[in-house]
């Protein structure tokens, strides 16, 4: 009864309109109350569920990614990369997916990554004669591919939650990553063939040779292969490879590019302490809820009950998937991790299924829930940028749920092409 109660205060909040992280504070909160758990367990809940040292690197990786962006990398980084292959039917449509992907190895998140990529690319689609609905779809789901890209903000959650390394987490979404780039890039072009979009170009890039476009776009294309060298090669961990990518990015926006100044770097700070505010919070929030449920007893129950509906792991598999695609449409991926890990860890046990392939599975099923409906949080980004309604992109965006499902199809059936970058790296056995 208990577990009802915790569940549907949550659900009517967030039906009432009440922001995530409120709603799973509350609930939990008055359940702890309810159920004579001890209200002062609040406090050190709090403290504790972000008092860890892997944490430490998602504000220093938001930093970095807001200062990157803010320096010119990624205006640099489209007009590499339409200098290469823009030039043509459907150009901007890949390029849109190609730095999305790379620069989804810079900023860790899929809202972040939509809107640094979409603030160049959809006015210069549009002109090009994109559809509107087509190209805010588009960068949002190419947007979503930086949550299983390293560094993923998402993979530095599951680790945490599950005590996975970090780093081998890393290495392990650098395939299915690029799998699910690729993915977006064949039904972008298709459609871009069919309905004609692109080959009239106006965009900025156009007289630029591709070796000045490479010679301004190196420092933006080295900066993953630094934080990531760096981490397979064992020189740092993860929170230290953020430090190094914020003075990497402030060494560039202040003494190369000289695109920063103090008054910059200030409203840097600002917007990036907001956003580290609103992911931790959800954290701290979310990591009571998870408490709540599992003191309760009610996540067991769910685990228990998954397992009795078959001794296929396929089949369980499958109900899992399901369960993460709906979960992705409505929640955010840091409340989906606390509130699904304690009931997944019986069952991946169980089936003796790897935890580093089942949380880069489970990241690129919630990739999927950032672009679809009804909440899709990239969609409302690039709709913003777009100037259009979210009703506007909802059949636009179809082919791209279709084809990232593919993927996610693939990494379930075959976990080899999760695990073979780490095993090449020496990280598994």
């Known amino acids: 009864m208990t577990g ?12 009432l309109g009440v922001p995530i992280a409120v709603s799973i504070g509350i609930s939990a909160a008055f359940v702890i109350w309810h159920s004579d758990l001890g209200i002062v367990i609040l406090s050190p809940n709090f403290y504790s569920g972000i008092a860890k040292y892997p944490l430490l690197a998602i504000p220093l990786f938001i930093l970095a990614g807001f200062i990157l962006e803010r320096c010119g990398i990624s205006e640099r980084l489209v007009n590499f990369a339409n200098v290469i292959i823009g030039r043509r039917m459907g150009g901007l449509a890949i390029v849109a997916v190609a730095v999305s992907v790379f620069f989804g190895g810079i900023s860790g998140s899929g809202p972040a990554d939509a809107a640094a990529i979409g603030a160049i690319l959809i006015p210069a689609m549009i002109r090009d004669g994109y559809g509107k609905g087509f190209t805010a779809g588009l960068i949002a789901a190419s947007g979503s591919t930086a949550i299983v890209i390293p560094v993923s903000i998402a993979l530095i959650i599951y680790g945490s939650l599950t005590n996975i390394s970090i780093t081998k987490l890393f290495a392990a979404g650098v395939f299915p990553g690029l799998l699910a780039g690729f993915s977006l890039i064949i039904p ?4 871009s063939i069919k309905k004609g979009y692109g080959g009239k170009s106006s965009f900025d890039s156009e007289n630029l040779s591709i070796f000045k476009a490479f010679k301004e776009a190196f420092w933006g294309l080295m900066a993953p292969a630094i934080i990531l060298g760096g981490l397979y090669g064992g020189i740092f961990t993860p929170t230290e490879a953020a430090v190094v990518a914020v003075f990497y990015g402030i060494f560039l926006g202040f003494f190369l590019y000289k695109t920063l100044d103090f008054k910059k770097f200030y409203q840097i700070l600002v917007d990036a302490s907001n ?25 067991d129950k769910i685990s228990s009950y998954l397992l009795s509906l078959s001794s296929n792991e396929y089949i369980i598999l499958l109900f899992i998937n399901i369960i993460l695609f709906i979960a992705g449409t409505l929640l955010d991926a840091i409340s989906i991790y606390y509130i699904f890990i304690p009931i997944f860890i019986p069952i991946i046990s169980q089936f003796n299924w790897d935890p580093i392939w089942f949380g880069v599975l489970m990241t690129v099923n919630l990739a999927i829930g950032q672009f679809t409906p009804p909440v899709a949080v990239n969609l409302y980004v690039t709709t913003h940028l777009a100037g259009i309604n979210l009703e506007e992109t909802f059949k636009a965006v179809i082919p791209f749920i279709i084809s990232m499902v593919i993927s996610l199809i693939f990494l379930a059936l075959f976990p080899q092409i999760t695990l073979f970058f780490p095993k090449i790296l020496g990280l598994l056995d």
């Open 4 to 15: 009802f109660i915790l569940f549907g205060i949550f659900m009517i909040l967030l039906i």
């Open 188 to 191: 972008a072009y298709i459609i």
């Open 275 to 299: 956003a580290s505010a609103i992911v931790m919070l959800i954290v701290t929030f979310a990591g009571l809820f998870s408490w709540a449920a599992s003191t309760i007893g009610v996540l």
